[in-house]
C-alpha cells in the first residue's frame, strides 16, 4: 500500500510531521482491520524505505497447525525466522482483505487524530495570548457569530460577545479580545473571541494611553452595556498625573481611537474617591446631582427635576451602570416623594408634640 503521495499531500495541506502523519495513518488502518477481523491479533507497519504499510498478524510456531489464522507451522515459521521454534510467537504477513465498510473506519480516526493534532498546535500557540487582544480579518458571518482569521488560523466571535455596531463584513479588518483558548474545539470552534467584555476595554486603554499600560494611571473598575455606555474608574499612583485628563487626552486625542474602536459607544472616565457620597455623583454622570444619603446597599438620590432622564439614562442604563459601578442600589428621590416625607416626618413630630404636652398637663394637675 503506496503512502507517500497521501502522505505528501497532508503535509503540504496541514503542515504535519511526516513521521507523524506515517503512524496517524498505519493507526488508522489498524483499526479498519480491527473492526473486520476483531478476534485476530493484529498490527500495522509503515517502512519509510520501501513506502510500504504491511499488516501482520501474530501467530504460534506449532509441529501441527490446527487453527491457520493463529498458528503457523514451524517449517514456514523457519522461512520467515530461521531460528523460530515451536511454542514462538511470531509475526507475520496478513492476507486478509478489508471492504468498503473498513475503509471508511480507518478515514474516521485518520481524520480525528489529525484534528487531535492540530488542536494541540492551535492550543499551545495561543493559550499564551489568551486575554490579550489579537488583529484578524473577518472570514465568513454565520447565524451565531462570524468567522475571523488570525493568520492562518481561524477564530470566532459569537454574536452575544458583540455589539450592535460591530460591523461583520467579509475582509474587514477586526480586533476582538481573545476570550478563551480551548484544548480541544467546541462545535468545530476552539478560539473564542469577544468585543463586549470589560478586559476588551481596558486592553484597549492600555494600547493607548501610555500611562495606563505602565501601571502610571490604573484601571480601577470598569462596568459595560455594549454599544450604549461603559464607565472607566481610573486612579493615578503619581500625584503630577491627572487620570482623567491623562485618559483623555488633550482635545480627546487619546479617547477618540477607542471610541472608534467601539462604534461611537460612550466612555464615562470617573476619577476614584474614596468617598461612597462622590463615587455616587461621579457614576451618574452626566447627570448633576444635588445631594446623596448612603445607607447599608442603598444610595438616595436627589436630582432637579431636569437631570432625572440623564440620570436614568436610555432605557435606564445610566442608573444601571452606576449602580453596577458602586455596588449600590441607587434610588433616586422625586419631588412628590420628598415632600410626602417631609410632611409625615412633620406630622410625627407634631404627634410627639402633642404628647409631651398632654403629659406634662397632667404633671401639672398632680
Not at 517502512?47 to 514456514?76: G, P, W, Y
Not at 480586533?175 to 469577544?194: F, G, H, T, Y
Request: aromatic share 4%.
Amino acid at each position: 500500500m503506496n503512502l507517500s503521495a497521501v502522505i505528501d499531500e497532508l503535509v503540504e495541506e496541514r503542515g504535519l510531521d511526516k513521521d507523524v502523519l506515517s503512524d496517524i495513518i498505519s493507526e488508522g488502518m489498524l483499526a479498519a482491520y480491527e473492526k473486520k477481523f476483531p478476534d485476530l491479533p493484529l498490527r500495522v507497519k509503515y517502512d519509510h524505505k520501501t513506502d510500504e504499510l504491511t499488516v501482520e498478524v501474530e501467530k504460534e510456531v506449532v509441529s501441527s497447525v490446527k487453527d491457520a489464522e493463529i498458528e503457523i507451522s514451524s517449517r514456514k515459521a523457519k522461512n520467515i525466522k530461521a531460528s523460530a521454534k515451536v511454542g514462538d510467537m511470531l509475526w507475520v504477513p496478513f492476507d486478509g482483505k478489508i471492504g468498503r465498510i473498513e475503509i471508511l473506519r480507518a478515514k474516521q480516526v485518520i481524520a480525528s487524530q489529525i484534528r487531535k493534532i492540530e488542536a494541540k498546535a492551535i492550543y499551545d500557540e495561543f493559550k499564551d495570548k489568551e486575554g490579550t487582544i489579537v488583529h484578524g480579518v473577518v472570514h465568513k458571518a454565520e447565524r451565531g457569530g462570524i468567522a475571523v482569521k488570525l493568520q492562518d488560523t481561524l477564530a470566532f466571535l459569537p454574536r452575544p460577545f458583540m455589539s450592535k455596531s460591530d460591523k461583520c463584513i467579509v475582509g474587514y479588518p477586526i480586533r476582538a479580545l481573545l476570550k478563551e483558548v480551548l484544548p480541544e474545539p467546541r462545535n468545530e470552534n476552539q478560539l473564542i473571541l469577544s468585543r463586549t467584555s470589560e478586559d476588551f476595554l481596558r486592553k484597549l486603554f492600555e494600547l493607548e494611553i501610555p500611562e495606563v499600560f505602565e501601571k502610571l494611571v490604573e484601571i480601577k473598575k470598569i462596568v459595560r452595556s455594549p454599544g450604549y455606555k461603559s464607565k472607566v474608574v481610573v486612579v493615578s499612583n503619581d500625584t503630577n498625573i491627572d487620570p482623567v485628563g491623562t485618559c483623555v487626552g488633550v482635545g480627546g486625542v487619546r479617547i477618540k481611537p477607542i471610541l472608534k474602536e467601539l462604534g461611537g459607544e460612550k466612555i464615562d472616565i470617573i476619577a476614584w474617591d474614596e468617598s461612597p457620597e462622590a463615587m455616587v455623583r461621579s457614576a451618574l454622570k452626566p447627570a448633576i446631582v444635588n445631594k446623596v444619603q448612603i445607607s447599608d446597599n442603598n444610595a438616595r438620590v436627589w436630582v432637579d427635576e431636569d437631570q432625572r432622564s440623564l440620570a436614568i439614562g436610555k432605557g435606564g442604563q445610566n442608573i444601571s451602570l452606576a449602580s453596577r459601578l458602586t455596588g449600590l442600589h441607587i434610588d433616586l428621590v422625586q419631588p412628590e416623594q420628598e415632600r410626602d416625607t417631609e410632611a409625615r416626618l412633620q406630622q410625627h413630630l407634631s404627634q410627639e408634640e402633642e404628647k409631651e404636652l398632654q403629659t406634662q398637663e397632667l404633671q401639672d394637675e398632680a
